[in-house]
T-cell receptor, first 112, second 119 residues
C-alpha cells in the first residue's frame, strides 16, 4: 500500500526553470527519502531527510520536511534536460519494520 | 565498488510457470530488499532479508518467496505465475544501521531491475 501522495503527477518545464514536487504522507516517520528513476530502470537515491530536520541541500536539490503537516517538497533548481525522470518520495517508519514505502511519483519532463 | 546487480534483466514466462530472480548486493551490504513496480500499484515492498533471515514482509501472497545466502546474495521466487505478476522487480541493498544493526533502510541502493512479462 502507498504511504502518501505526490503532487503533481506530471510536470513539464523548460530548461533553466525550477521544478517543485510535493509529497504527503499519513503516519509518523523516522526519515523521508527522494529517489529518481529514469525510464523504468532502477532507482537512484537523491537525498534523505530525518524527522528532526527541516531542510536539506545537495547540489541543485533542496528538500524540506514539515512533520506537522506530514509533507515534504523537493526543489530542483536550474533544471536540465538530463533531470527528466520520475521522482519518488519514500518514507521510513522504524515501528513498521523500516521498509521503504513509496509514493506514486512525479513524472518530470524538462524540455531543452 | 560494484553496484547492485540483478539477473536476468528480462524474462518472459507463461501463466502457471515459476520464476527465480537473483540479486547480488553491494559488497559489505547485508540487507537486501525486494520491490515490485507496476503501472497500477506503483512501487510495493515485497520482503527484506538480513543475515539469511526474512526480517520484514509486505502484503503479497505466499506464491512470492525469497531467501538470502551466506554471501548476502538473494533470490526471489514466484510460483504459479499470473498475468498480474508482470512487473519490474527491483532489488535494493543497504548497510544495517541503528541499534544493534536492527534498522537497515536509511539509504537503499537499487539494482537495474528484472522486467518480468507473464503471457
Amino acid at each position: 500500500s502507498q504511504q502518501g501522495e505526490e503532487d503533481p503527477q506530471a510536470l513539464s518545464i523548460q530548461e533553466g526553470e525550477n521544478a517543485t514536487m510535493n509529497c504527503s504522507y499519513k503516519t509518523s516517520i523516522n526519515n523521508l527519502q527522494w529517489y529518481r528513476q529514469n525510464s523504468g530502470r532502477g532507482l537512484v537515491h537523491l537525498i534523505l531527510i530525518r524527522s528532526n530536520e527541516r531542510e536539506k541541500h545537495s547540489g541543485r536539490l533542496r528538500v524540506t520536511l514539515d512533520t506537522s503537516k506530514k509533507s515534504s517538497s523537493l526543489l530542483i533548481t536550474a533544471s536540465r534536460a538530463a533531470d527528466t525522470a520520475s521522482y519518488f518520495c519514500a518514507t521510513v517508519s522504524y515501528n513498521q519494520g523500516g521498509k521503504l514505502i513509496f509514493g506514486q511519483g512525479t513524472e518530470l519532463s524538462v524540455k531543452p | 565498488k560494484a553496484g547492485v546487480t540483478q539477473t536476468p534483466r528480462y524474462l518472459i514466462k507463461t501463466r502457471g510457470q515459476q520464476v527465480t530472480l537473483s540479486c547480488s548486493p553491494i559488497s559489505g551490504h547485508r540487507s537486501v530488499s525486494w520491490y515490485q513496480q507496476t503501472p497500477g500499484q506503483g512501487l510495493q515492498f515485497l520482503f527484506e532479508y538480513f543475515s539469511e533471515t526474512q526480517r520484514n514482509k509486505g502484503n503479497f501472497p505466499g506464491r512470492f518467496s525469497g531467501r538470502q545466502f551466506s554471501n548476502s546474495r538473494s533470490e526471489m521466487n514466484v510460483s504459479t505465475l499470473e498475468l498480474g505478476d508482470s512487473a519490474l522487480y527491483l532489488c535494493a541493498s543497504s548497510l544495517p544501521t541503528g541499534v544493534g544493526g536492527m534498522t537497515s533502510t536509511d539509504t537503499q541502493y537499487f539494482g537495474p531491475g528484472t522486467r518480468l512479462t507473464v503471457l
